[in-house]
Structure formats: structure tokens, C-alpha cells
């Protein structure tokens, strides 16, 4: 018998997140409970048991699906690893540390859903972030330059509960780093965005990958690089075939 295609497929991507990888598994699980999705957990050669663990849920869990990559490659390379496995028309992200809850994962997908084609992601905003001020400080600064500098409309790329189309996922032109740049590269390919306010939970395990000058190091060279794709864009307005 042909295995059914799900209408959604949630990628998560795990780097050393022991602790979290499993419970997190078992909340999108509840979460998405009576609907048709998978599960694709990408491990990002993580040197702890998040791999393990999450083999171990396979049995309890049979919509999951764990991908392991053999070198450590970031978030971003992840990402596209488990979009490029994913059989669902509507990818649902969310960060593997557990602080984006689940419960929300569904009305982003439910949006995007009954929105027309011509809108390709919906974004979620982290309306009572739990991070510490000064991480918050940072990221209202980058986010008000980048809207400056790429005249998107996103007042939080950070957050990793996003909605998004497949195919037109699959269009963009990959780099490190790009799923903090997915609604200005979607308005570059001529598509809208929507928002919703998501909940944000505290870490309770591991420790965060990045620091705020590592973030700002990397952002600078991304912007330029996001900036030039901007420039070198052209659309060719309605598209015929007769």
C-alpha cells in the first residue's frame, strides 16, 4: 500500500539538544494530532544523544522522521535538509530548543492555508519574548536595520515558527544563514508575507549557539549578500503559456 502524502511536514532542526529533542517531538505530535502531517527532525551532528533519543520516539511516533547529518553544518543547512525531504506542500519550522510551544505551529499552517497563492510564508512574531534583555536589545536593533536596508515587512525573522510554502521555498537562493532573511527573499520573488503573535517559552536545557557579536558579524556580510540579490532581481510580471 502507497504511503498517504501529508498535507504538512514540521522540520525541525536539533543540534546537541538532549532533553528537548523528545518532549519537543511528543508536543508538535500532540499538537498536530488528527491532521495530516509528518515530522522530520534534522540532526546537525550533534556530539550528545539528541540522535538517540529521537530514534528511540520512532516507534511511539511513527509521523516522526530523523535525518542525521555526518558534519555539523548550521541551522540554515539543516532547514534545507529537512525541506527538501519533507512531502508536505506547507513546512511548519520551529528551533529544536523547545522555547517556540507547538500549540501555535497550527494556525500559522491553517493561515497560510487558506490564504491565496500569492501569499508564501506566514511568519511568527514572539509577542512576550523570554530572552534576556539584552539578547531582546539586539535583535530590535538588527531588525530595524534590516527593514531599512531590505524594505521587508518582518518585525521578528528571528523566530523560528514559520509557514512557508515548499516549492517556493525551494526557488530561493540558498546561503548560511538565510532562514532570518525568508520574508525579504519571498518578497523578492514577488510573494506576500503575514504575522501572527506566537507564544516564546524560556530555554529548560542546553545553551543558545549564537552570541549577540556573533550574530552581528554574520548579519553584516548577510545583509550585503541580501541587498545584492535585491538589486540583480527582475520580474517578469504575469507568466502565459500558449
Request: net charge positive; hydrophobic share 40%.
Amino acid at each position: 500500500m502507497t504511503e498517504a502524502v501529508p498535507d504538512i511536514s514540521v522540520v525541525v532542526p536539533v543540534h546537541d539538544e538532549q532533553g528537548a529533542a523528545g518532549p519537543l517531538a511528543r508536543e508538535i505530535a500532540a499538537a498536530f494530532a488528527g491532521r495530516s502531517f509528518e515530522m522530520v527532525f534534522v540532526n546537525d551532528a550533534s556530539r550528545d544523544r539528541t540522535l538517540e533519543e529521537l530514534r528511540a520516539l520512532q516507534a511511539e511516533l511513527p509521523q516522526l522522521r530523523v535525518i542525521s547529518h555526518a558534519s555539523n553544518a548550521g541551522q540554515s543547512r539543516a532547514v534545507r535538509t529537512g525541506v527538501l525531504a519533507a512531502r508536505g506542500a506547507i513546512v511548519v519550522t520551529l528551533d529544536g530548543d523547545g522555547q517556540n510551544p507547538p500549540a501555535d505551529a497550527p494556525k500559522l499552517a491553517d493561515l497560510l492555508a487558506a490564504s491565496p497563492p500569492n501569499v508564501a510564508l506566514v511568519g511568527g512574531v514572539r509577542a512576550k519574548r523570554q530572552d534576556s534583555e539584552a539578547k531582546r536589545w539586539a535583535s530590535r536593533w538588527a531588525n530595524r536595520i534590516r527593514k531599512k536596508l531590505l524594505g521587508d515587512d518582518a518585525d521578528d525573522t528571528g523566530c523560528g515558527l514559520k509557514a512557508f510554502r515548499r516549492d517556493i521555498f525551494l526557488r530561493l537562493p540558498y546561503f548560511d544563514h538565510i532562514h532570518r532573511y525568508l520574508p525579504a527573499l519571498m518578497i523578492r520573488e514577488g510573494y506576500e508575507n503575514r504575522y501572527l503573535d506566537v507564544d516564546h517559552r524560556h530555554r529548560e536545557t542546553g545553551q543558545s549557539k549564537y552570541t549577540n557579536w556573533g550574530r552581528l558579524m554574520a548579519s553584516f556580510s548577510d545583509l550585503l549578500g541580501v541587498m545584492w540579490l535585491k538589486s540583480r532581481s527582475r520580474r517578469p510580471g504575469a507568466i502565459s503559456e500558449f
